[in-house]
């Protein structure tokens, strides 16, 4: 088996004071490492510094998706806790009723009927009890569902920030430009924009096209195969308007660049590109796996956070731009002490 699909090679030691528990004090403060895939250069920068990378005509093509309460803490009608986790935005059934797919922890297996209630606004009752700690829940509320989750959930935030939800997570693990709910995850290489950077980057000349893409639980999910080609990866919900795909095409016609921000980005705009040829109106699921030999048709360049060790969003940028290439500037960056994951520094990938 070529080391290019061998998990063992999407490896890399990181110490765990790395790993970024809370956003920089500002959302643009943070650190940007410029990855040249040309001429292997590196170079480390201030998140605003993007806009010295960026030319008049290229496009920015950022993920509106926003991310909605999907942790919920109930009590059982005996008293005791469990917790839900929504594994996607749920889906009205009727007035003031909905379903959803849901992974669950408790003390003690739940059973079929059992009811829970995490507070006025919300009763939770359990369907239909699968494997995997998984559980169909039906949610009953009152008013809209959006209230009802916004007074009972919490931000979901990923397993690996160790601490409590604080306040300030509301509007931090959030983008600015956040729309469309549907998330469980935030699209976090868009956490590091402020209005005023995206208004500076447009009076520039740079176009803004804004997709959508769900984000889904499966996107922490480790790949626990040892040939990568064995995974099967997760599918999120995508959606491009037709003004959208006119921007990104018009972008490409006049010989800009088109750079996607995030890999959630980047798998909208490959997956569309892949069945059409194009970037063209699409809605619809997406389950396309980017791994080394994926021919990339939409994208020109990608900023994107340092992922996971063995996960599909570091095989994603290591097709992009070349495994050898990508973990030694991985090796670099913590180094020099930048901050991981979703709440960490920026890489911009040319």
């Not at 650190?31 to 605003?48: D, G, Q, T, Y």
């Not at 960026?54 to 998706?65: A, E, F, H, M, T």
């Not at 995997?132 to 920030?161: H, W």
Request: net charge positive; proline share 5%.
């Amino acid at each position: 088996m070529s080391g290019r699909f061998r998990i063992s090679s999407y490896d890399y030691p990181l110490p765990k004071d790395q790993i970024a528990q809370f956003p920089a004090q500002n959302r643009d403060e943070s650190r940007l490492m410029v990855l040249s895939r040309k001429n292997k250069a590196v170079s480390h920068e201030r998140f605003p510094a993007i806009l010295n990378f960026l030319q008049k005509g290229d496009c920015l093509v950022i993920n509106n998706s926003r991310v909605f309460p999907a942790r919920i803490n109930c009590r059982k009608q005996t008293g005791g806790k469990i917790e839900f986790f929504l594994l996607h935005y749920p889906e009205a059934t009727g007035p003031g009723t909905a379903r959803v797919q849901a992974l669950y922890r408790s003390s003690k297996p739940i059973k079929q009927g059992q009811i829970f209630s995490p507070g006025a606004h919300l009763t939770i009752s359990s369907l239909e009890i699968k494997q995997n700690g998984q559980v169909l829940l039906n949610l009953s509320y009152d008013g809209s569902l959006k209230r009802a989750l916004e007074k009972t959930g919490q931000m979901p935030l990923p397993p690996y920030i160790r601490r409590p939800v604080q306040n300030s997570d509301i509007e931090r693990y959030q983008t600015v430009y956040a729309s469309a709910t549907g998330s469980v995850a935030a699209p976090t290489a868009g956490l590091h924009f402020t209005k005023a950077l995206l208004e500076r980057a447009e009076k520039k000349g740079i176009r803004l096209a804004s997709v959508t893409l769900h984000v889904g639980y499966g996107t922490f999910a480790p790949i626990r195969a040892e040939d990568i080609r064995e995974h099967k990866i997760h599918s999120e919900w995508v959606e491009i308007s037709h003004e959208a795909a006119q921007v990104i095409e018009k972008t490409r016609q006049k010989g800009g660049r088109v750079i996607a921000v995030g890999t959630t980005s980047v798998r909208t705009l490959e997956y569309v590109s892949k069945i059409h040829g194009s970037v063209r109106e699409f809605s619809g699921h997406c389950d396309l796996y980017i791994m080394p030999g994926h021919k990339f048709q939409a994208v020109d360049a990608m900023i994107t956070n340092f992922h996971l060790p063995r996960s599909s969003l570091l095989v994603l940028v290591c097709a992009f731009a070349g495994r050898k290439l990508i973990l030694e500037a991985y090796m670099e960056a913590v180094k020099k002490g930048y901050r991981f994951y979703s709440y960490g520094d920026a890489m911009f990938i040319v």
